[in-house]
């Protein structure tokens, strides 16, 4: 069984960064912890690839324990003939991180050059050496770029033979950034290609920036972060550029030319192209008229002044190596989206073999979500369209194949938010309420549901003008799957119109709602904190098997813990024996669950107080679900987790209704959004 994967190129670049974090996502959602490791770095500077992986990947370790050597001290040994000295620091440094961690990924030596043993680079025998020492299994990598069919072909079988000639346990073999219509031949392991996707290999307009020394006059860090797909250098009369503007380019143009600086940014502004942003050569400045026109447009492009001269600010610009990084996350997403469409992870999984830990970690379970949700694609409703965090989970969402969504608005306002942001959500249908030829539909169907409450044909068709009821009618009409909406609304503005239409399952007298509570080495399920707030016996009991069955579909095993302010029979008092009866509930209703109650929150997350309070009992002290007696007791302790212990609160996530929608927080992140929508995408695989 292989505890380590060792990511080995054939040449230099290649992108073994995108096959390191696709092999990284899949080994995260087996393993409680992972480690990553680099036999050589260069000396200056923390290593990209490392750093990359350390942050998303949450590895509290320093970076000098997860590398070998430096280039300049292998070197120095190898030149005294200390080849054997070099390897066994490198394999000693292996071994103090592996065992600390449940599995390692390795990511091999970059090319710096290639020698004469027969044709091979000279690094390749130094890391198929390292892999057979560490007993890790070998992907081997290979740069397709610029590469026909037969050529990455023929570089892959080359990959293949070499590798196992040299003795080494070859797991498969990727040909990565090649072109369209390109396979992978056959060999005795699996082949795979991953298609050249201009997001993880195009640099940004700030990279751009770094590299030929420019300032930015105009745009902020959403500018700057815009893909650089391609260079238009402006030099002639306006209609000619105009004619030669392409998608994602940066334009370079004399710094004195503001005819095509207006120009460039009008079309932008237009919408007739979607641009990166502008690059202002010689050192001018432009004229101050017209960049206040420029800002006026809002286009939000970014305007760099650049020292050299057109020729050589290209040149110069072809030149940058684009990678995934920290500090560009987008271009993470991509890369994962870019490995994960084109590689059979579950294949992997089991060649691999690496044991599934039995307990789930917040890292394991986070990344899990987006796993499960591409194995059942579902389609989702997002009716918040114009949001700025919408928008850019759109984009995460669409690049890893978690969900078909639909965005509800005007289409002209969110095609023109996501140019401001340069975000890409072309893939994502886009539905106005205001328009949509199902409006009428979806009234009548409304008017006929509240019909016993006096809504009229006339009012339902104001009513489903609001994105929220449009897009819970589009769930309930089959249209899609489930909803996730909140960024900008209130909880009761989003779950009221599911109450309403949706409504909740025959065996369930009330809807609920969990929170998965991501504590710093387990993750726990909260109910309910955030929709009822005093619940009786038999609706403590419906939230308790609810949360149940929400735990064991995430993959948490479900040990229940009713709790109160008495342990067992230690107190009495109304509140006490709501929580006493809704146990016994619980326990005919679904025998063979483990449930505890009445029980204190000590007792039951502590193996030590529950030894004294309720020796004997399965739940106490091990407890994964916590069912709150009311709504304050439940929200305000979440809420102190959450804070005091640093934990990640994901939810609240709805139960109990015939269709699942979910709510955001209006503060909700990006990633926040992403884990939702996973969550209500797994939701509408289990109905």
Not at 137 to 147: E, K, L, S, T, Y
Request: proline fraction near 5%.
């Amino acid at each position: 069984m292989a505890r380590s994967v060792y990511v080995a190129g054939l040449g230099p670049g290649g992108g073994k960064s995108t096959v390191a974090l696709g092999l990284a996502e899949l080994l995260s959602r087996r393993v409680e912890r992972i480690g990553v490791f680099r036999p050589l770095v260069a000396g200056s500077g923390p290593d990209a690839t490392l750093s990359l992986l350390r942050e998303r990947y949450r590895i509290d370790l320093p970076d000098e324990q997860l590398y070998g050597a430096s280039y300049a001290e292998a070197a120095g040994l190898v030149a005294d003939g200390r080849r054997e000295e070099l390897i066994s620091r490198i394999v000693g440094r292996y071994r103090e991180l592996e065992r600390r961690c449940a599995a390692v990924l390795v990511v091999g030596s970059d090319f710096d050059d290639t020698g004469d043993n027969g044709g091979l680079p000279r690094e390749l025998a130094f890391n198929a050496r390292l892999a057979t020492e560490f007993g890790s299994v070998v992907v081997a990598v290979v740069d397709g770029i610029h590469r026909d069919g037969a050529e990455v072909a023929g570089a892959v079988r080359s990959a293949y033979h070499s590798l196992t000639e040299l003795g080494t346990t070859v797991l498969a073999v990727i040909a990565n950034r090649v072109g369209a219509e390109v396979n992978a031949p056959a060999l005795p392991v699996p082949t795979y290609v991953i298609p050249e996707v201009p997001a993880v290999s195009a640099p940004t307009v700030a990279e751009v920036a770094a590299a030929l020394d420019a300032s930015v006059l105009a745009g902020d860090e959403t500018a700057t972060s815009r893909d650089v797909l391609d260079f238009v250098v402006g030099a002639a009369h306006v209609p000619v550029l105009l004619d030669h503007l392409v998608e994602g380019a940066l334009v370079i143009t004399p710094g004195d030319r503001a005819d095509l600086l207006v120009a460039v940014s009008a079309a932008h502004a237009a919408g007739l192209v979607s641009l990166a942003g502008i690059a202002l050569t010689l050192g001018e400045q432009p004229d101050p008229r017209a960049m206040r026109l420029v800002e006026r447009l809002g286009t939000n492009l970014a305007v760099l002044s650049v020292p050299a001269d057109s020729f050589h600010a290209v040149a110069a610009a072809g030149r940058i190596s684009a990678r995934p990084s920290a500090a560009n996350p987008r271009k993470v997403e991509a890369a994962l989206g870019a490995f994960e469409s084109s590689v059979d992870s579950a294949e992997l999984a089991r060649r691999l073999d690496v044991t599934r830990s039995p307990r789930v970690t917040p890292m394991m379970f986070e990344y899990a979500l987006i796993d499960r949700a591409r194995a059942d694609r579902r389609r989702l409703v997002l009716p918040e369209g114009t949001d700025e965090r919408i928008l850019r989970a759109t984009e995460i969402l669409l690049r890893r194949g978690v969900a078909d969504l639909t965005l509800l608005g005007n289409p002209d306002d969110i095609a023109r938010r996501a140019r401001e942001l340069g975000v890409q959500v072309d893939a994502a249908r886009v539905v106005d309420p205001a328009t949509s030829p199902w409006r009428d539909d979806f009234a009548a169907r409304y008017a006929q549901l509240r019909r016993h409450k006096g809504v009229t044909l006339e009012l339902a068709h104001d009513v489903i003008g609001d994105v929220n009821y449009f897009g819970t009618m589009m769930v309930h009409t089959g249209h899609v799957d489930g909803m996730v909406s909140g960024a900008t609304h209130t909880t009761a503005a989003t779950i009221r119109p599911a109450f309403e239409i949706i409504k909740t399952l025959p065996e369930v007298s009330v809807a609920s709602s969990v929170f998965f509570m991501l504590l710093a080495d387990r993750v726990l399920v909260y109910g309910d904190c955030a929709v009822n707030p005093d619940p009786d016996a038999a609706q403590l009991a419906d939230i308790a098997v609810s949360s149940a069955q929400t735990a064991a579909r995430f993959g948490i095993e479900p040990r229940v813990a009713m709790l109160s302010y008495s342990t067992g029979t230690s107190g009495s008092g109304d509140d006490v024996r709501k929580v006493a009866a809704a146990t016994d509930l619980v326990r005919k209703r679904c025998p063979d669950l483990l449930v505890e109650g009445p029980i204190q929150y000590d007792a039951a997350i502590d193996p030590t107080v529950a030894a004294t309070k309720l020796p004997g009992s399965k739940v106490a002290g091990r407890a994964t679900v916590f069912v709150f007696p009311d709504l304050n007791t439940g929200n305000n302790t979440y809420k102190a987790v959450q804070r005091s212990a640093g934990a990640v609160a994901v939810g609240p996530v709805m139960q109990g209704l015939r269709r699942p929608v979910n709510d955001l927080s209006r503060g909700a992140t990006v990633a926040d959004i992403v884990n939702t929508v996973a969550i209500t995408a797994i939701q509408a695989a289990a109905r």
